[in-house]
């Protein structure tokens, strides 16, 4: 798969987990990543710098559970890997 197919496949999977939960926070950060992966299907550098900036603010669901808190974690961290890669950092 490529670069870009890895990038929409991973966003596309954090957006459904956390759509899934049902956490407060979540539906905003699944919508955002979402409009990122629209955006990543033009400019893949400009999707990921978003998708990056976003991973890293504060503003990150506040999960309860541990498995959730575990998953969104794994999840989070293959985002921000593909998303450093595309960037070159």
Do not use: Y
Not at 6 to 23: H, I, K, N, P, Y
Not at 69 to 75: D, G, H
């Amino acid at each position: 798969m490529s670069v870009h197919g890895e990038f929409q496949r991973l966003l596309s999977d954090l957006a459904g987990f956390l759509e899934r939960t049902g956490t407060p926070g979540c539906e905003e950060w699944a919508a955002e990543l979402k409009q990122f992966g629209v955006i990543g299907r033009e400019n893949v550098s400009e999707g990921a710098t978003r998708t990056l900036a976003l991973l890293q603010s504060d503003s990150a669901p506040e999960f309860v559970s541990p498995l959730e808190i575990e998953e969104f974690a794994r999840l989070q961290d293959h985002v921000a890997a593909i998303c450093r890669a595309i960037l070159g950092r």
